[in-house]
């Protein structure tokens, strides 16, 4: 049984505006010790998925259909004193910025004690002895100095090492990274992928890797779920994802990235803008930014294709390209529209 499933999950905000769906019929599960990517650009839905997991939404924000189990149990619908028990606990999470998320007039080591002993039974001089503990295991050098400093005299990836000791510090079966390393530089960037991967192979717990960049994912993930406009567009292996991408957006994100191959010339940037979520199109939402959209991609959307036992995507150009081959034939009375 996989450790957390999630299956046609559908979150909306509710505004003034109307009503934004944020997350749309999302489906993926992860196994214990493993590492899932969930790769968009800003706006497609990627941290929403992760909040709506951990039921921390902003007040208009609300889950209106579908299931989260983790372990078999449904989270959905189970109330605080359920969430309060799995947050921390079982699940944990890193948000983006470590500076926003560290209170400024406390402690670091009151900080980390207060979020052990919330979520554990220890006493005060077990919290701190843990809480030295985890900044060990984050290579913090001089744990009980840093215990008694302020967030402010630490740099932004001593912060971040911060956090990743609080999400870790009572042990979760999940751990949810959300851009970890967006606002740190390039060297600090791979030093804390660096230090993730090797505590999530010697806590052995799985990892939800959230990120706009695909380098991260290449280096990290065993699975990779790729989002657009609230919904799942492509998912697969990494390997089937960067070697065999099977949705012009993933293969558009894919042209965007600078490789050696690519030195000296001009990068292919996916034209025009994210969808309005207020003002969704009947076809793939994908398609006024896709150099090969079709007329069917305007009208209708695509079905999630099986690609492989390892690969799925919903994207009208598979369809094409299998009639192509003769492997499909088109239904009577049917058109193909290019």
């Known amino acids: 049984m996989a450790l957390l499933e999630v299956k046609h999950l559908q979150t909306s905000f509710f505004t003034d505006a109307g009503e934004v769906k944020a997350v749309n019929d999302v489906s993926f599960t992860l196994d214990r ?26 007040g208009t924000g609300k889950i209106v259909g579908g299931s989260v189990k983790l372990d078999g149990q449904e989270l959905v619908g189970a109330g605080e004193k359920v969430m309060k028990n799995v947050r921390g606990n079982k699940i944990s999470i890193i948000f983006q ?10 402690t670091i080591g009151k900080q980390l004690m207060e979020a052990i002993m919330l979520h554990t039974d220890r006493n005060k001089q077990q919290a701190k002895e843990r ?4 900044l060990r295991l984050v290579n913090i050098n001089e744990p009980e100095k840093r215990m008694k400093q302020y967030p402010f005299e630490h740099s932004g990836g001593m912060r971040q090492r911060v956090m990743i000791a609080m999400a870790l510090a009572c042990e979760p079966d999940i751990l949810i990274a959300d851009e970890p390393t967006t606002a740190l530089d390039v060297t600090i960037q791979a030093q804390i992928l660096e230090l993730m991967g090797s505590l999530q192979k010697e806590l052995g717990m799985a990892i939800i890797m959230i990120t706009h960049d695909l380098g991260v994912v290449a280096q990290m993930c065993d699975e990779v779920v790729v989002m657009y406009a609230g919904s799942i567009c492509e998912q697969g292996t990494a390997d089937e994802i960067f070697y065999h991408p099977a949705h012009e957006y993933t293969k558009g994100l894919m042209r965007s990235i600078p490789t050696a191959d690519t030195a000296g010339k001009k990068l292919q940037p996916i034209t025009g803008t994210p969808i309005d979520l207020l003002n969704m199109p009947k ?23 099986i690609i492989n036992e390892d690969h799925a995507a919903a994207c009208w150009m598979n369809v094409k390209n299998r009639l192509d081959r003769g492997e499909i034939e088109l239904a009577e009375g049917g058109e193909q529209d290019e």
């Open 283 to 305: 076809g793939c939402p994908f398609a006024p930014r896709c150099d090969n959209a079709m007329k069917i991609c305007i009208s209708h959307r695509a079905e999630r294709e």
């Open 97 to 106: 910025d470590p500076m926003t998320s560290l209170n400024p007039t406390y």
């Open 131 to 134: 809480a030295i503990e985890m």
């Open 33 to 58: 010790g493993k590492v899932l990517g969930i790769v968009g650009e800003s706006g497609s839905g990627k941290s929403v998925t992760a909040y709506s997991i951990m039921q921390i939404l902003a």
